[in-house]
């Protein structure tokens, strides 16, 4: 048994020792049990219990709540301890409060009362125990409660430095609780500003926390302290460490205040004053110079501290961003620490060189320690972000090898992410397409066999690469037999990724002739090969490979037999999957009654994807019908306007041979286009239900024997919905441009929609569930009628396509057709949310200007989240939901760098115009922000929850969303992610 | 800013827990939970720093004990680092030799050693000799 520690109260100590020696959980509890009804009893009956009797008892009953025990009794004891005069029984009272009754609100005035009794106690140590409690506290009734008495102590004369240390930390604490509820006054602002020179160094340690915190409100009002920073810190850095006896560790003045003063710094644009710049340049490089003086201590205490400093100044160097000389010196610092043997410094070097890549002084400099043999993850994950962040067109190759390679080894933890920035830089910096194929396959193969399906979001990026590799070898014709060729080479490995074995798959499918004439690859070998996987894989996979072994009948009529064998075998033709056996059956059939000149047309090579064109062409096209030549003149906005002036040459030029194209392929390759129609709309189609094929694909034998029906490509390749897939991981595709100013209405309710020198459309939305009310207000501003004036709303891409699953449906209300000159129309529209969508709606325009027909297409922005109901609740309810909330496909996040300075206020105005709710409180940073919503649709509501988090420090922000439905929290992010 | 500190020993007993922010009961247990989880698997030759949550945690293990200081993400590594060594060398010349049964049995006492050098989740003191000469005043108090 110890030794009877926790001198002062043997009964606590006694107790404390009984509860150690319980063998069990239920002898503790007995023990427990015991002792409070022993303590009810005392503070019921016994009314001569004395001061030291009450604070055991408190104590007691204290340690009990700390093992995790509810205690509802002892509050009024507790508060009576805090007007004893005695220290300990205070002190005891204090613990309880702050402990146990932080939340309460019982006696909760009773409270206040003692506390303003201590604070205006003469005895400083009372006081101190009153401004700790309010500091532990920190609620808003305190805030009230002692706005003038707190800060009446931190700045008048007569304090002692112990008080002011904790009064400054209190009222730092009460103004993050509660800034409302605290009246600063203005004139205090001078009075702390200069406690940054207070002769006791613990007194300046406190102040600049609180000092940081009120510069981070109102940088303005607290400019003064920038001199007296700097100034304060030249003082530390420049003296020897024998000057600041108390404040010395480990033969480093001051680590701590001087870590602090540089990031208050931070919270500033390099000084103006050139005086106190080379002043702060100065203290800058002498933390720089005496990095590399030798060690005072072997001691890891005394290196730590150093280097404390040392990276706080990197950071600063970085933010302030100007002098390179200092960055260069940083730089080549922080090289030095890669080499260290200490794993920290190495991890704070390359968490610091993230910092640094994005400075273009140091650009260079940062390239040379490209390194990443690691043995702790944290330190190699930080040495991935470091190789992405300074990942650019002239080191990519390099870059993007190194990672594969040291993806094969890499730490199962990282890999998803590493999977994700690999081929966001493949796809980035591809220089040519041979080089990307080798990428990304190469990537498939090792990354598809090691991460987990489980794994949410690796589940959908890497879907989304191999779906993007098909893409890119159906759209190049250069690289499709290269592209056969590395996708059979890939296969030939022993153990194989499902994933490789579906974009061989296809490939082979398509292009395996390519291929047929080298001996390795004959046609036999490759269908061997692929069948040879064919058992190991999922029905999906094994659905892709037999359209593959279809188009083989086509491309090789020589192993038709085989092909059949395999289709009429036991395993397919009557398998218990119904779409591997309805394939089976069809496929067979197919081959059996068609001709080749029939196959070769069913089974004709896909054709090419459509190619994304670029947000800015589409605005232009958008814009042509009524500007004729003069593209670059009209009032588009001004991003846009910048960029047409830029590039005007040449995209006018481009976009006239894009329109050539265009009709060109449309007269030659009329049939083919339909084809490829029809067959979007087959794969969109399969893509909601996935589940149930069945009902919603025309069976192909029907067709056939139909015979006058045109032959679709319906069934092919179900899984290789591209566009659908991909959009979400690439940066936007065609449907939408996706300019900041163009996602108009995304936090408005009414704004100008389309602008051009003859007309001008208004839109104001209301919406209440699942319903919106749209006015439309079209402007004539020309001096003529506009007649024959007719809009339509139409729905783009997948809305429209199809047909029996409407997203949307609108009612419009008739107008009259003719505009006066600067008059406006207006129209009611009441557009009702049947199901969640993603493409925006097109509104088409026909009229007649001075007897020239004109048309006008242009999307109609409106979102999804428009169709968004707040909800507010409190915080147990959003993490509980947030919790639930935890499937494949129902969360998005999404980390994107800041557009705009980061603003608290603009922030929270852009959440709640979006629609959902800002809830504040819930988030313990209150930075952040967390909401909910719903979204309304016809036959479903679906929850919504977000978090969104700044970084101030490194211009970030992380998104995260969550639904309760699939692609409504990835549309979410994507709607959000470029508008901060 | 600092959002709690933890003392805690191998088997996962609490041995101090400083709340700096209001978090609710039984959040505060998963933290610890969750905290105990992270940092008792981790190598002694890995950082003493470890994300956590949307924080980061800066720890350091003293024999049984780890002394964990729930941080922001853009809070200076070592400062902290170096915050708890400081406060450790108070305890132990404080307590003379500190181990792990002087916080059991003197645990109100280890709440002042914590607002002597914390409050409101920023370093307060950071001479020990300044907090030690409080702390024996203290004592001497009746």
Same mark, same amino acid.
């Given at each position: ?82 007007? @004893?005069?005695k220290y300990t029984e205070k002190q005891i009272g204090y613990l309880f409060i702050s402990v146990i009754m932080n939340n309460s609100t019982e006696m909760k005035q009773l409270i206040i009362q003692n506390i303003r009794n201590d604070l205006q ?81 613990? /007194? ?5 926390? !609180? ?66 710049? &080379?002043? !702060? ?73 993230? !910092? ?164 390795? &690859? ?24 037999? &359209? ?67 947000? !800015?062409? /589409? ?66 189609? &399969?893509?909601?239900?996935?589940? @149930? ?13 139909? @015979? ?81 004036? @007719? ?32 008059t406006q129309t207006k129209q009611m529209l009441t557009i009702e949310c049947l199901k969640e969508f993603r493409d925006i709606p097109k509104m088409n325009l026909s009229f007649f200007y001075s007897n020239v027909p004109q048309k006008l297409e ?123 | ?17 400083k709340w700096f922010v209001n978090f609710e009961d039984d959040e505060k247990q998963k933290l610890i939970e969750e905290v105990h989880a992270i940092v008792t698997v981790r190598d002694a030759k890995h950082t003493n720093f470890v994300e956590f ?10 024999? %049984? ?55 409101? %989740? ?21």
């Amino acid at each position: 048994m110890p030794n009877m520690r926790g001198d002062g109260m043997r009964g606590l100590a006694v107790f404390i020792s009984d509860i150690r020696n319980c063998k069990s959980r239920e002898a503790e509890l007995r023990r427990i049990n015991k002792e409070l009804t022993n303590i009810r009893q005392r503070f019921r009956t016994d009314k001569t219990l004395d001061g030291y009797q009450k604070k055991k008892y408190v104590c007691k009953l204290l340690f009990i709540f700390l093992l995790g025990h509810d205690i509802d009794f002892g509050y009024m004891e507790a508060v009576n301890l805090l007007s @004893s005069n005695k220290y300990t029984e205070k002190q005891i009272g204090y613990l309880f409060i702050s402990v146990i009754m932080n939340n309460s609100t019982e006696m909760k005035q009773l409270i206040i009362q003692n506390i303003r009794n201590d604070l205006q106690s003469r005895n400083p140590i009372f006081i101190n125990l009153a401004l700790q409690c309010v500091a532990n506290i920190g609620e808003k009734e305190m805030a009230t409660a002692f706005t003038n008495d707190i800060p009446r102590l931190l700045i008048s004369g007569d304090t002692i430095d112990p008080v002011k240390q904790s009064a400054a930390l209190c009222l730092l604490r009460l103004h993050r609780t509660s800034s409302d509820a605290l009246q600063m006054n203005t004139e205090w602002t001078g009075r702390i500003i200069h406690l940054l020179n207070d002769q006791h160094l613990g /007194v300046a340690t406190a102040a600049v926390s !609180l000092i940081e915190a009120l510069v981070k409100r109102n940088p303005e009002e607290y400019k003064g302290c920038v001199n007296l920073a700097v100034s304060r810190l030249s003082r530390i850095v420049t003296s020897s460490y024998t000057d600041f006896q108390d404040y010395t560790y480990y033969f480093v003045p001051a680590p701590w205040l001087c870590v602090k003063l540089l990031r208050v710094l931070q919270n500033y644009p390099p000084p103006d004053d050139p005086s106190i710049r &080379s002043r !702060l340049n100065e203290c800058l490089d002498t933390i720089l110079n005496k990095a590399q003086e030798p060690l005072k201590s072997k001691k890891v205490q005394h290196s730590n501290a150093r280097n404390a400093v040392l990276f706080e100044a990197i950071n600063l160097i970085i933010h302030m961003d100007c002098e390179s000389t200092l960055l260069v010196r940083a730089c080549n610092q922080l090289g030095q620490f890669l080499q260290n043997r200490e794993t920290n410094l190495r991890y704070l070097a390359l968490e610091s060189m993230c !910092l640094l890549a994005t400075s273009e002084f140091s650009h260079d400099a940062v390239k040379k320690h490209q390194e990443t043999s690691e043995r702790d993850v944290s330190v190699r994950q930080r040495a991935v972000d470091l190789l992405y962040a300074m990942c650019d067109r002239s080191n990519a190759q390099d870059i993007v090898q190194e990672m594969l390679t040291y993806l094969e080894t890499a730490d199962y933890t990282i890999r998803e992410e590493m999977v994700l920035k690999i081929a966001i830089l493949g796809e980035k910096y591809a220089i040519d397409y041979k080089w990307y194929l080798d990428i990304m396959l190469k990537l498939i193969r090792i990354a598809g066999d090691f991460v987990s399906e489980e794994v949410i979001y690796d589940r959908a990026e890497k879907g989304k690469v191999w779906y993007r590799v098909i893409q890119v070898v159906v759209n190049r014709s250069d690289v499709q037999s290269y592209g056969a060729k590395i996708a059979f080479e890939a296969l030939q490995a022993l153990a194989c990724h499902e994933n490789m074995v579906k974009v061989t798959g296809y490939i082979l499918g398509e292009y395996g002739n390519l291929i047929a004439l080298d001996p390795r &690859s004959i046609p036999m070998i490759q269908f061997e090969l692929l069948h040879s996987k064919y058992h190991l894989c999922s029905p999906t996979t094994r659905c892709l490979l037999l &359209s593959t072994y279809m188009k083989f009948v086509n491309l090789f009529p020589e192993i038709k037999q085989h092909i059949q064998e395999v289709l009429r075998h036991e395993s397919n033709f009557r398998s218990s999957d119904v779409e591997i056996q309805q394939r089976s059956i069809e496929y067979l059939k197919l081959s059996e009654v068609c001709t080749p000149t029939v196959l070769a047309t069913v089974l004709e090579v896909m054709p090419p994807y459509p190619e994304k064109v670029s947000p !800015l062409l /589409v605005r232009l096209k958008q814009k042509k019908p009524l500007m004729d030549g003069s593209l670059s003149g009209a009032g588009g906005d001004e991003s846009t306007a910048a960029v047409d002036g830029l590039n005007h040459e040449s995209t006018h030029t481009e976009t006239h041979k894009t329109n050539e194209q265009l009709t060109s392929s449309h007269a030659i390759n009329l049939n083919q286009h339909t084809v490829q129609q029809q067959q979007q709309n087959g794969l969109l189609v &399969s893509l909601d239900n996935e589940s @149930s094929t069945d009902e919603n694909n025309y069976s192909l034998a029907s067709i056939l024997s139909n @015979s006058s029906a045109p032959i679709t490509s319906n069934n092919f390749y179900k899984q290789s919905s591209l566009d659908q897939q991909q959009s979400s991981f690439y940066p936007k595709p065609n449907s939408v441009p996706s300019t900041l100013g163009s996602k108009k209405l995304l936090f408005k309710t009414s704004d100008v929609i389309f602008e051009n020198d003859l007309l001008q459309i208004g839109a104001k939305l209301e919406t209440q569930k699942n319903i919106c009310r749209c006015e439309l207000y079209f402007g004539n501003k020309t001096d003529i009628n506009m007649t024959s004036f @007719s809009p339509s709303l139409a729905l783009t891409g997948e809305l429209i396509q199809q047909a029996f699953i409407l997203e949307l449906r609108v009612d419009a209300e008739q107008i009259k057709s003719t505009i006066e000159p600067k008059t406006q129309t207006k129209q009611m529209l009441t557009i009702e949310c049947l199901k969640e969508f993603r493409d925006i709606p097109k509104m088409n325009l026909s009229f007649f200007y001075s007897n020239v027909p004109q048309k006008l297409e242009f999307s109609f922005p409106l979102y999804i989240n428009k169709f968004i109901e707040k909800v507010e609740m409190d915080s147990n309810n959003f993490f509980l939901r947030w919790k639930n909330l935890d499937k494949p496909g129902q969360e998005c996040q999404k980390i994107f760098s800041a557009k705009n300075p980061i603003d608290h206020e603009d922030c929270s105005q852009k959440l709640i115009g979006f629609g959902w709710s800002n809830l504040v409180g819930i988030d313990v940073n209150t930075e952040n922000f967390c909401g909910a919503g719903i979204l309304h649709t016809t036959g479903q509501q679906i929850g919504c929850l977000y978090r969104l988090e700044p970084n101030k420090q490194t211009k970030m922000y992380r998104l995260s969303v969550r639904a309760s439905k699939d692609t409504v929290a990835t549309r979410l992010t994507e709607l959000l992610e470029d508008q901060f | 800013m600092i959002r709690f500190i933890l003392i805690q020993n191998r088997a996962g007993k609490t041995r101090l827990a400083k709340w700096f922010v209001n978090f609710e009961d039984d959040e505060k247990q998963k933290l610890i939970e969750e905290v105990h989880a992270i940092v008792t698997v981790r190598d002694a030759k890995h950082t003493n720093f470890v994300e956590f949550r949307n924080f980061k945690i800066v720890y350091r293990r003293y024999a %049984g004990l780890y002394f964990c200081i729930c941080v922001d993400i853009t809070d200076n590594n070592l400062a902290y680092l170096e915050a708890i060594h400081n406060f450790v060398e108070v305890l132990n010349e404080f307590f003379h030799n500190v181990c792990e049964l002087d916080l059991v049995f003197n645990f109100y006492k280890v709440y002042s050693v914590v607002d002597e050098m914390f409050l409101a %989740g920023e370093i307060r003191e950071t001479s020990q000799i300044k907090v030690l000469k409080q702390l024996t005043t203290l004592t001497s108090l009746e």
